[in-house]
């Protein structure tokens, strides 16, 4: 009686998947709501094993229509779908699965439910045991991009194999479809420091290379969308210091340099641009700075400097800014360059591009800040680059004034005798007491711009500049400044102008 019965049953649901393909109107849908087709079908997949995979199927059928989500929510299906991803009959895992999806797809209290009770652990044992079942992996990396956003899930999937299994995805994707969607879990999944860190020990790096290598130079539209989702991936495992230093360890950094040299001269901007974004935010945490430059990363970031693409300059120039910044090993590597030296004067007169412009006068104004050697200030005078930072003092962004003044300053006291004459064409002192005498000039600029004054002292041509300029009378004044620093510089500066003692 029971196999009739279940007979009975599985031809029942196969005529309700055939009148659902049928008659998909509002009016068919509304009398199988009436039906109480929701409970019978729970009791199904509860209790008759051998019409479980027809009821799921049915039921992932239903959800497809908007309208009938709530019946299945208020039927209590969902925790009933749950226990049936554990089951190892393929098609069940794949209706039930996407029953699942289907049924609480943008419906967040749901998916917080699904993560709650373990959903998670199902989906990447089933990523795993069934790789290759491409119906089932779709469904699975459907359910993980619903569920990815959620802080719940990333923290249950951190303590998951998933990041080796979606790399394994990424490698065998033939498609576009595919590609796209590994690419949407990851990008989610890359904004946990964690998640971030096993996608890279997973060596989810050196399949976006082998991607972006294979796609190089493509003008297909959907090619161009892979390229730029890879490159953003790129960018987003590399956010945060803690990160960053992890990635220098596993030697993120090679696997970077030799996808942009393999780029520099294809003119996919997209990946060079993502690359060095990826560099320069490796190049912050200081322990890396020294990793860096003990693998030569200078250097071969130097060799890229070919590059005509103006958002890729500015993207290297920041990014061996940030290498030079507090290392004086890296400002005296790239200060003694006269390759890199001479294509930043250039660029310091870049007029169609402002932003490479400034980055160039800030990247030698570092050079000089964070050096101490004098043949570095040889290097930047034979280069003709002093003139550019004595521009730089007279930018409308008062940062970039200061690290002028800084970087002129810390010069002249390494080496004031070889930059006398750069000083007095540029006609430093002229420029140094404007700053002075204008009352839109910041405290802390009237300060720097004294200090540097006291340096300048020392030249006897500079000196007699400074007497002829009435730089005295200017001093004079900013004794009675409302900034007590500036003040206190003055006071300093006049002394050292007498040929007294500072006090």
């Known amino acids: 009686m029971m196999v009739t019965y279940s007979t009975d049953l599985m031809t029942s649901l196969e005529l309700i998947l055939v009148l659902l393909n049928m008659f998909k109107e509002?009016?068919?849908?509304?009398?199988?709501?009436?039906?109480?087709?929701?409970?019978?079908?729970?009791?199904?997949?509860?209790?008759?094993?051998?019409?479980?995979?027809?009821?799921?199927?049915?039921?992932?059928?239903?959800?497809?229509?908007?309208?009938?989500?709530?019946?299945?929510?208020?039927?209590?299906?969902?925790p009933t779908l749950i226990p049936l991803l554990e089951s190892t009959d393929q098609e069940m895992l794949l209706h039930a699965g996407r029953a699942i999806g289907r049924i609480c797809y943008d419906n967040r209290d749901l998916q917080e439910q699904l993560v709650k009770v373990g959903v998670i652990t199902s989906l990447v044992r089933i990523l795993t045991d069934y790789a290759e079942s491409e119906p089932l992996v779709h469904v699975d990396l459907l359910a993980l991009c619903n569920l990815a956003d959620l802080d719940t899930a990333k923290e249950a999937l951190s303590k998951t194999k998933v990041a080796e299994q979606l790399v394994k995805q990424l490698r065998r994707a033939e498609n576009h479809e595919r590609l796209e969607m590994v690419f949407e879990v990851l990008q989610a999944l890359a904004e946990n420091d964690a998640l971030k860190v096993q996608l890279v020990e997973a060596g989810v790096q050196e399949v976006l290379s082998e991607i972006l290598l294979r796609l190089q130079g493509s003008?297909?539209?959907?090619?161009?969308?892979?390229?730029?989702?890879?490159?953003?991936?790129?960018?987003?495992?590399?956010?945060?210091?803690?990160?960053?230093?992890?990635?220098?360890?596993?030697?993120?950094?090679?696997?970077?340099?030799?996808?942009?040299?393999?780029?520099?001269?294809s003119?996919?901007?997209?990946?060079?641009?993502?690359?060095?974004?990826?560099?320069?935010?490796?190049?912050?945490?200081v322990v890396n700075k020294v990793q860096m430059l003990e693998e030569s990363l200078?250097?071969?970031?130097?060799?890229?400097?070919?590059?005509?693409?103006?958002?890729?300059?500015?993207k290297l120039l920041e990014t061996l800014r940030m290498l030079a910044d507090g290392q004086a090993d890296a400002a005296e590597i790239l200060g003694q360059d006269p390759m890199l030296l001479n294509?930043?004067?250039?660029?310091?007169?870049?007029?169609?591009?402002?932003?490479?412009?400034?980055?160039?006068?800030?990247?030698?104004?570092?050079?000089?800040?964070?050096?101490?050697?004098?043949?570095?200030?040889?290097?930047?005078?034979?280069?003709?680059?002093?003139?550019?930072?004595?521009?730089?003092?007279?930018?409308?962004?008062?940062?970039?004034?200061?690290?002028?003044?800084?970087?002129?300053?810390?010069?002249?006291?390494?080496?004031?005798?070889?930059?006398?004459?750069?000083?007095?064409?540029?006609?430093?002192?002229?420029?140094?007491?404007?700053?002075?005498?204008?009352?839109?000039?910041?405290?802390?600029?009237?300060?720097?711009?004294?200090?540097?004054?006291?340096?300048?002292?020392?030249?006897?041509?500079?000196?007699?500049?400074?007497?002829?300029?009435?730089?005295k009378e200017t001093l004079e004044q900013l004794c009675s400044h409302s900034n007590a620093n500036v003040v206190k510089e003055a006071v300093t500066t006049l002394q050292v102008l007498r040929g007294e003692t500072p006090h």
């Open 26 to 78: 509002q009016r068919s849908l509304s009398l199988l709501r009436e039906s109480g087709i929701f409970p019978t079908l729970a009791k199904i997949l509860k209790g008759n094993p051998r019409c479980a995979v027809k009821a799921a199927h049915v039921l992932s059928e239903i959800a497809k229509n908007e309208e009938m989500k709530k019946p299945c929510i208020e039927a209590n299906l969902v």
């Open 219 to 265: 003008s297909q539209a959907e090619d161009t969308c892979v390229v730029k989702a890879a490159s953003d991936l790129i960018v987003s495992l590399l956010l945060g210091d803690g990160n960053c230093v992890r990635m220098v360890q596993l030697g993120v950094i090679h696997q970077l340099l030799d996808l942009l040299e393999k780029h520099v001269e």
């Open 267 to 285: 003119g996919d901007v997209s990946v060079q641009h993502a690359a060095l974004s990826a560099l320069r935010n490796l190049a912050i945490p």
């Open 298 to 314: 200078a250097e071969r970031i130097q060799a890229l400097l070919r590059s005509e693409m103006p958002p890729v300059q500015f």
């Open 343 to 471: 294509r930043l004067v250039q660029w310091c007169n870049a007029n169609d591009h402002s932003g490479v412009r400034g980055e160039a006068h800030r990247l030698l104004a570092s050079i000089l800040r964070h050096n101490r050697s004098q043949e570095v200030v040889k290097a930047i005078q034979e280069a003709q680059g002093v003139k550019h930072l004595v521009s730089m003092t007279t930018s409308k962004h008062t940062a970039l004034q200061n690290e002028a003044l800084d970087a002129l300053a810390i010069a002249s006291a390494i080496d004031l005798e070889t930059l006398e004459e750069s000083f007095k064409e540029s006609q430093l002192v002229q420029s140094l007491h404007k700053l002075l005498q204008d009352e839109n000039t910041s405290p802390e600029v009237k300060y720097n711009s004294m200090g540097l004054l006291c340096s300048l002292l020392n030249s006897g041509d500079l000196r007699q500049e400074i007497e002829e300029d009435k730089i």
